[in-house]
């Protein structure tokens, strides 16, 4: 039972690290904190769910166009809002994005309602794998290798081609990578759109096996916040390790204290981490 759940734990740790890679970004890039992470993921939902029920397609195969939808959503939040405050003193950018965040999940309710919806049929759908005695859902595992090949796409690019070396670039020093010819308007909204595209694809992956709502991305942003904290800004692997610690702290915290605990041992954690390394633990 203990390997069932650690193994459970797992799986949802390598879709929690899609999620993260994309906030890590923006906060090791841009240095701010978008507050409407969790909503650009509920958008995916919806568009993976939309795609479903008005034309009949699979989950898995509307993974570009949930993609491509909370990209363009991120590339013009950075565009028509970020740019405007990104200078501003304070605390101006993060409650813009807080205020987008409530912009975007009441708008979601207004227009689609709060009632819960599922996405009933999915080539993956009720499939499992038994290995001994550890059985696996198909969704899951389906969502937790895509995760994990989105993330080291995201590792990949970031680290070894020009544009990732130019985010590098930005992150570290703006005003010496506007010298060196790197144009970081672009930049800067470049991030803000793979950070949309990664929780686009997320999204899509969840909603074969958890309801949509305009409440479903809440607490992936707060989870996200814990996980990229954890692993350092900016620490894509960081933020793949820490997301697998929080999967199994979930997942075995649940089984040991009950499901009303498992949130408050994943918070206990975080807080106990970050008395002992203010910077996480992959932070630098």
Same mark, same amino acid.
């Not at 992936?220 to 692993?231: K, P, Q, T």
């Given at each position: 039972?203990?390997?069932?759940?650690?193994?459970?734990?797992?799986?949802?740790?390598?879709?929690?690290?899609?999620?993260?890679?994309?906030?890590?970004?923006?906060?090791?890039?841009?240095?701010?904190?978008?507050?409407?992470?969790?909503?650009?993921?509920?958008?995916?939902?919806?568009?993976?769910?939309?795609?479903?029920?008005?034309?009949?397609?699979?989950?898995?195969?509307?993974?570009?166009?949930?993609?491509?939808?909370?990209?363009?959503?991120? #590339?013009?939040? #950075?565009?028509?809002?970020?740019?405007?405050?990104?200078?501003?003193?304070?605390?101006?950018?993060?409650?813009?994005?807080?205020?987008?965040?409530?912009?975007?999940?009441?708008?979601?309710?207004?227009?689609?309602?709060?009632? #819960?919806?599922?996405?009933?049929?999915?080539?993956?759908?009720?499939?499992?794998?038994?290995?001994?005695?550890?059985?696996?859902?198909?969704?899951?595992?389906?969502?937790?290798?895509?995760?994990?090949?989105?993330?080291?796409?995201?590792?990949?690019?970031?680290?070894?081609?020009?544009?990732?070396?130019?985010?590098?670039?930005?992150?570290?020093?703006?005003?010496?990578?506007?010298?060196?010819?790197?144009?970081?308007?672009?930049? #800067?909204?470049?991030?803000?759109?793979?950070?949309?595209?990664?929780?686009?694809?997320?999204?899509?992956?969840?909603?074969?096996?958890?309801?949509?709502?305009?409440?479903?991305?809440?607490?992936?942003?707060?989870?996200?916040?814990?996980?990229?904290?954890?692993?350092?800004?900016?620490?894509?692997?960081?933020?793949?390790?820490?997301?697998?610690?929080?999967?199994?702290?979930?997942?075995?915290?649940?089984?040991?204290?009950?499901?009303?605990?498992?949130?408050?041992?994943?918070?206990?954690?975080?807080?106990?981490?970050?008395?002992?390394?203010?910077?996480?633990?992959?932070?630098?």
């Amino acid at each position: 039972m203990i390997l069932q759940i650690i193994v459970s734990g797992i799986l949802m740790g390598f879709v929690y690290s899609l999620v993260a890679v994309g906030l890590t970004l923006t906060w090791g890039v841009l240095d701010i904190i978008n507050f409407a992470h969790g909503e650009f993921l509920m958008m995916g939902m919806y568009s993976a769910f939309w795609m479903y029920s008005l034309f009949g397609m699979d989950p898995l195969l509307s993974i570009p166009f949930a993609m491509g939808i909370v990209f363009v959503m991120g #590339y013009f939040t #950075y565009r028509l809002i970020i740019k405007k405050v990104i200078n501003a003193p304070g605390l101006t950018a993060l409650l813009a994005t807080f205020g987008l965040s409530l912009l975007l999940r009441n708008l979601a309710q207004f227009i689609w309602s709060p009632n #819960y919806r599922f996405i009933n049929q999915s080539i993956v759908m009720d499939k499992k794998i038994v290995l001994g005695s550890i059985t696996l859902g198909v969704p899951q595992m389906v969502a937790a290798i895509s995760s994990i090949v989105m993330t080291m796409a995201v590792f990949y690019f970031v680290e070894k081609t020009k544009t990732g070396r130019a985010i590098q670039a930005t992150a570290l020093d703006k005003n010496t990578a506007k010298l060196m010819g790197i144009h970081t308007e672009k930049i #800067y909204a470049l991030t803000f759109g793979i950070s949309g595209a990664c929780v686009g694809i997320a999204g899509a992956l969840t909603a074969t096996f958890f309801p949509i709502h305009p409440e479903s991305g809440a607490l992936y942003s707060l989870l996200a916040f814990v996980i990229v904290a954890l692993g350092g800004f900016g620490n894509i692997k960081g933020a793949l390790y820490s997301a697998i610690i929080i999967g199994i702290t979930e997942a075995l915290g649940g089984f040991l204290f009950g499901t009303q605990f498992k949130y408050a041992l994943v918070f206990l954690i975080y807080l106990i981490v970050i008395q002992i390394k203010p910077k996480g633990l992959f932070g630098w």
